[in-house]
T-cell receptor, first 108, second 114 residues
């Protein structure tokens, strides 16, 4: 089976940093994805990790530890437009299993 | 490229009615997927296809059917709609199953069954 856990909600102030954790226990693993989903919209791709370590893309970074079954998404210099749900997804073969998502609210 | 398109955007069905949710992609992607997303939940895989003529069940296939007669189209059929099928349905596609190839999502169909 697939078990992917992430916090339900997080709140942070504009300009701050927020870290969204994701832990997973899955029957197979060949990559971990983070998606951003604004309310009423489709998910859009943010980042991909398959090897241990940190991947940085502008204000967003994602980290993976395969031995711990753990990933995090780091959002720096938060902006109001970053208010959204962030979905952690693990790929096994060609299928993705998603966590329930973390709703991030950015306050002025 | 239009990417992944879905129709309709919204639909209200009565219990027992049937309908087809359309999904088309113009990126020549081999892999296509149907998900449903309930409020506050992640996406659950309903059906997927690894190429024209090949489909398989995902995590929550009951009450749904699919077909894949062309690379571009992957319609989802609901027979005998039930209130439990009230959800947002997303279609997605990806070129390959490896590397950093991500899934691209359509805009979604918001379905209510009353």
């Amino acid at each position: 089976g697939q078990n992917i856990d992430q916090p339900t909600e997080m709140t942070a102030t504009e300009g701050a940093i927020v870290q969204i954790n994701c832990t997973y226990q899955t029957s197979g693993f060949n990559g971990l994805f983070w998606y951003q989903q604004h309310a009423g919209e489709a998910p859009t791709f943010l980042s991909y990790n398959v090897l241990d370590g940190l991947e940085e893309k502008g204000r967003f970074s994602s980290f993976l530890s395969r031995s711990k079954g753990y990933s995090y998404l780091l959002l720096k210099e938060l902006q109001m437009k970053d208010s959204a749900s962030y979905l952690c997804a693990v790929r096994n073969d060609y299928k993705l299993s998603f966590g329930a998502g973390t709703t991030v609210t950015v306050r002025a | 490229n239009a990417g992944v398109t879905q129709t309709p955007k919204f639909r209200i069905l009565k219990i027992g009615q049937s309908m087809t949710l359309q999904c088309t992609q113009d990126m020549n992607h081999n892999y296509m997927y149907w998900y449903r997303q309930d409020p506050g939940m992640g996406l659950k895989l309903i059906y997927y296809s690894v190429g024209a003529g090949i489909t398989d069940k995902g995590e929550v296939p009951n009450g749904y059917n699919v077909s894949r007669s062309t690379t571009e189209d992957f319609p989802l059929r609901l027979e005998l709609a039930a209130p439990s099928q009230t959800s947002v349905y997303f279609c997605a596609s990806t070129l390959t199953s490896g590397g950093a190839d991500t899934q691209y999502f359509g805009p979604g169909t918001r379905l209510t069954v009353l």
